[in-house]
């Protein structure tokens, strides 16, 4: 019963602003981008507490390791699935987020895709040339500088299953510190692997948790040594916290 309530108050909740973004952004960038700020700010925190209030779906931002950062850096995390985009929005609420992404993302998902488009966020072809997905990292580095934005890569290129860190691949990770040249935040995100699709959903919502927590802040690297170095060690750090937390088991603290 209680999962047919959770439904229907996320439906009713995501169901306008989506449907009304799918039909402002052809229209107007500008209504769009009100539309998309309503989104991040507004609707990605009453997600969490529609689901905290109905399942007992708990999300927990550890907010005392953001007072190590710097007033701008790139983020690099793990990846567990889409709902890893709105739980950074609720976490680093305060800044303005633009996610590297895989340009399939930018089609045909309600509430997601137009707000990718609209506030320009980074989307790389899945079947373009190592060459064009490289210029389109580059520029990408230039806007967030520009624009005081954080950019949020995942190195994994991929959502886990498991939940467990895949490899760490390099070569956007270095094109955006090339292009961009900012301080390194290495976070950790769990909980998105047991709620990746609607099945997972309906099976393991309840009394779930999703957790993001800062570890790590690294000065921009220099040189490539220090880009591998940035990646290994944030990658350690990552699968020691997702160890960690695993071992508190359905408590989200």
Same mark, same amino acid.
């Given at each position: !019963?209680?999962?047919?309530?959770?439904?229907?108050?996320?439906?009713?909740?995501?169901?306008?602003?989506?449907?009304?973004?799918?039909?402002?952004?052809?229209?107007?960038?500008?209504?769009?981008?009100?539309?998309?700020?309503?989104?991040?700010?507004?609707?990605?925190?009453?997600?969490?507490?529609?689901?905290?209030?109905?399942?007992?779906?708990?999300?927990?931002?550890?907010?005392?390791?953001?007072? !190590?950062?710097?007033?701008?850096?790139?983020?690099?995390?793990?990846?567990?699935?889409?709902?890893?985009?709105?739980?950074?929005?609720?976490?680093?609420?305060?800044?303005?987020?633009?996610?590297?992404?895989? *340009?399939?993302?930018?089609?045909?998902?309600?509430?997601?895709?137009? !707000?990718?488009?609209?506030?320009?966020?980074?989307?790389?072809?899945?079947?373009?040339?190592?060459?064009?997905? !490289?210029?389109?990292?580059?520029?990408?580095?230039?806007?967030?500088?520009?624009?005081?934005?954080?950019?949020?890569?995942?190195?994994?290129?991929?959502?886990?299953? *498991?939940?467990? +860190?895949?490899?760490?691949?390099?070569?956007?990770?270095?094109?955006?510190?090339?292009?961009?040249?900012?301080? +390194?935040?290495?976070?950790?995100?769990?909980?998105?692997?047991?709620?990746?699709?609607?099945?997972?959903?309906?099976?393991?919502?309840?009394?779930?948790?999703?957790? +993001?927590?800062?570890?790590?802040?690294?000065?921009?690297?220099?040189?490539?040594? *220090?880009?591998?170095?940035?990646?290994?060690?944030?990658?350690?750090?990552?699968?020691?916290?997702?160890?960690?937390?695993?071992?508190?088991?359905?408590?989200?603290?």
């Amino acid at each position: !019963m209680y999962s047919f309530i959770t439904l229907c108050c996320l439906f009713g909740a995501v169901i306008p602003p989506a449907v009304l973004n799918i039909i402002a952004y052809p229209i107007s960038r500008r209504w769009s981008c009100a539309i998309s700020q309503y989104i991040v700010k507004v609707l990605a925190p009453r997600v969490f507490a529609i689901l905290n209030c109905y399942r007992h779906f708990s999300f927990f931002g550890y907010s005392d390791s953001k007072k !190590m950062l710097p007033e701008q850096f790139m983020i690099i995390s793990n990846h567990q699935s889409l709902f890893d985009i709105p739980a950074f929005m609720n976490f680093f609420r305060e800044k303005e987020l633009r996610f590297v992404a895989k *340009d399939n993302l930018s089609r045909h998902i309600p509430l997601v895709s137009e !707000m990718l488009r609209a506030h320009r966020h980074c989307m790389i072809p899945r079947k373009g040339s190592p060459m064009v997905a !490289m210029k389109i990292m580059e520029s990408f580095g230039k806007q967030v500088l520009e624009n005081n934005q954080i950019p949020v890569l995942f190195p994994e290129g991929t959502r886990s299953r *498991d939940g467990n +860190v895949g490899k760490f691949y390099s070569a956007g990770f270095r094109k955006l510190n090339e292009a961009a040249g900012l301080p +390194v935040v290495a976070c950790a995100v769990d909980g998105g692997s047991k709620i990746r699709d609607l099945d997972h959903i309906m099976r393991s919502l309840k009394n779930g948790c999703y957790r +993001v927590k800062v570890l790590k802040v690294f000065d921009a690297p220099k040189t490539k040594e *220090d880009e591998s170095f940035v990646l290994e060690e944030s990658r350690r750090l990552i699968q020691n916290q997702l160890d960690d937390w695993r071992k508190l088991g359905s408590s989200c603290r």
